[in-house]
């Protein structure tokens, strides 16, 4: 083993049970540190599970919609329109459909309704526990799990709700939709476009828009276009458009919390650095004494980095794992009033963690580096004077 | 052979500020190999500063301070102490033992930014230990142990690398008589090992002793006399 090595490792050994001498303090910083590191990562970490649970779902969002304005406000829109888009190259089928939202006067909250004309059968399979409802059989739904929880149904396969005339529909539960899709299908009751007509009072001529797809996915945007082109009175929303609004809502909301968390992580590294650069007179001798010894001010220094380097490493491994049970088991419960409360019907949905390098490598250079510099530069103000004050 | 050789040797703290000290000035002074020298001055005489500068604590202000063949003005802090590590070993008037550290564990810190492996440095810490008689204390605390004890863990320290050179500021400063005579005793068997002692001391007790080759008296920052 070469002497270079032999004396890094001497230097680590003494840096190490320099830590464990000075336990009681180091235990404190570690716990403290690992708590701020907890509550970033745990951000981190339902960003990444709540951006990839939307990602899954939005898999089955509409390629296009086309939505009617009036007056810069959202219209029913004319079945005659459908007529209009089946000419324009690269469309394979437009389809109309019911949207709208039902109050619940009892719990305060708002069903979205979703009336479609046909259904993709890849839904049944990746989204749904039970089947899709029939276009023969009247009043079939398929509900989202705050649904489920808002109308109290527990077993029960039936239940009715007013129309605006207050006269009163009955559904049969055919299917709900599963617990991992809760953050976009939570509030989401899908039947088939006639009973949504019929429970809204709609006329028959009419839709809430349009869903268009399209035979070659790349060329959404340019039959986009187009369709903005033919109707000019309508609003062309693409899937790429709605995954990005998804991405920017919880980047947002992600981004204002980490802000919020950030300051703290900051407030401990504020106080870290003044820990270090009030240095006790014990430590300063110490500094002095091991100079005079022979040490260099590199020496020095080497030992605060591995005392440093040790506690924000095992903080960091700390509180990352915490973050992730946090979110894994515990479903992220500290945070979900920021990123979940957006909804009277809150999803409930069971969120597993994706762990990315660059989130790690984010959190790592908020919090290891930071206590790094906080610890070492006092240390070498102190280190960098003779060490004559130690001879007195 | 010369060890040490102080030229025209002048130390000013703070220079150019209003609390600017000359604490020393003048000096001329050359130490042989192998010679033991004791350095008597009332308190503020500048022992303490010209120790330090002959331990490569610090360079002169100004003048030649040439310590085992190296001009120390022209050295920066990191060749200092790098001949600081390799040539001198103190020991301290309040002994300067790290009291959170065992025993064993003071002896062994010069040896660490050495390169010796834990068992080499353990084996050679042990070894001094046991020449100076408290090998019994090594896993100790070094703040459980006597004073006495200190001084002799203190002096292990100083010896574990083997240097050429041993400055002593006031070593007997906190004995009694008969540790102080203790400690003489061996100084006495280092100069028979060859090395080179400097000893800083008010005490009459150091002066007198046999060991001491010569008696270099400094008052106000200057040296007045230097007797054999």
């Known amino acids: ?392 | 052979m010369i060890m040490i050789v102080l030229k025209d040797l002048c130390k000013i703290y703070n220079k150019g500020q209003v609390n600017e000290v000359a604490a020393l000035s003048g000096i001329n002074l050359q130490i042989r190999e192998n010679e033991v020298l004791c350095l008597k001055g009332s308190s503020g005489s500048g022992k303490s500063t010209l120790l330090a500068i002959m331990g490569c604590v610090f360079p002169p202000t100004s003048g030649v301070a040439e310590v085992g063949g190296k001009k120390l003005s022209r050295l920066p802090d990191r060749f200092l102490t790098l001949h600081r590590r390799g040539l001198i070993g103190f020991i301290f008037q309040q002994f300067n033992i790290l009291p959170q550290l065992t025993v064993l564990d003071n002896v062994m810190v010069p040896l660490m930014v050495l390169g010796y492996p834990p068992v080499a440095r353990r084996k050679k810490a042990l070894a001094i230990l046991k020449r100076l008689g408290v090998s019994h204390r090594a896993d100790f605390p070094a703040s459980q142990v006597s004073g006495g004890e200190l001084q002799r863990v203190a002096i292990a320290r100083a010896l574990v690398n083997n240097p050429a050179i041993i400055l002593a500021d006031e070593p007997t400063a906190h004995l009694d008589h008969k540790l102080s005579l203790s400690f003489l005793d061996f100084m006495m068997e280092l100069k028979e090992e060859g090395k080179t002692i400097i000893l800083t001391s008010h005490d009459p007790l150091v002066a007198d002793h046999v060991c001491v080759d010569r008696i270099v008296e400094m008052a106000d920052g200057r040296i007045i006399s230097s007797c054999s």
């Open chain 1, 1 to 392: 083993m070469s002497l270079g090595f032999q004396k890094q490792l001497n230097i680590l050994d003494y840096g190490l049970a320099s830590l464990w001498r000075r336990k009681t303090k180091n235990i404190c910083v570690i716990i403290v540190f690992s708590l701020v590191i907890f509550l970033l990562s745990s951000f981190q970490f339902l960003t990444g599970a709540l951006t990839s649970v939307a990602e899954k779902t939005l898999r089955f969002a509409p390629e296009i919609t086309v939505q009617r304005m009036v007056a810069g406000r959202q219209e029913q829109i004319p079945l005659a329109y459908v007529a209009k888009l089946q000419n324009i190259f690269g469309i394979r089928g437009v389809e109309p459909r019911i949207w709208g939202y039902h109050f619940s006067t009892v719990t305060g909250a708002n069903i979205t309704v979703l009336g479609l004309t046909s259904f993709d059968k890849r839904l049944e399979k990746s989204l749904l526990v039970g089947r899709l409802p029939r276009f023969g059989q009247a009043g079939e739904v398929v509900l989202g799990q705050g649904v489920v929880r808002d109308l109290n149904l527990q077993n029960r396969r039936k239940f009715a709700l007013f129309r605006p005339d207050l006269s009163q529909k009955t559904f049969t539960v055919v299917a709900e939709f599963k617990p991992e899709s809760e953050l976009l299908t939570a509030d989401i009751m899908l039947m088939s476009m006639a009973d949504g007509r019929d429970f809204f009072n709609m006329s028959s001529d009419f839709a809430t828009d349009l869903v268009v797809q399209v035979a070659n996915p790349a060329e959404i945007e340019n039959i986009a276009r187009k369709i903005g082109q033919i109707l000019a009175d309508t609003r062309v929303v693409t899937r790429p458009q709605i995954q990005k609004t998804y991405s920017l809502v919880f980047g947002w909301r992600s981004g204002f919390g980490s802000v919020c968390l950030l300051t703290s992580l900051a407030a401990f590294i504020i106080l870290a650095w003044d820990k270090a650069s009030g240095m006790t007179p014990e430590e300063k001798r110490e500094i002095g004494i091991l100079k005079l010894l022979g040490w260099q001010t590199s020496d020095v220094l080497a030992v605060r980095f591995y005392e440093g380097f040790a506690v924000s490493v095992l903080a960091l491994v700390l509180g990352c794992t915490l973050g992730y049970v946090h979110i894994a088991f515990f479903e992220g419960v500290l945070f979900r009033p920021l990123m979940f409360g957006w909804s009277v019907l809150t999803p409930n949905l069971q969120l597993s963690p994706e762990i990315h390098l660059t989130d790690v490598l984010l959190v790592t250079c908020f919090s290891v580096l930071p206590y790094l510099v906080a610890t070492v530069i006092p240390a070498w103000r102190a280190a960098s004077v003779p060490p004559d004050s130690a001879m007195r």
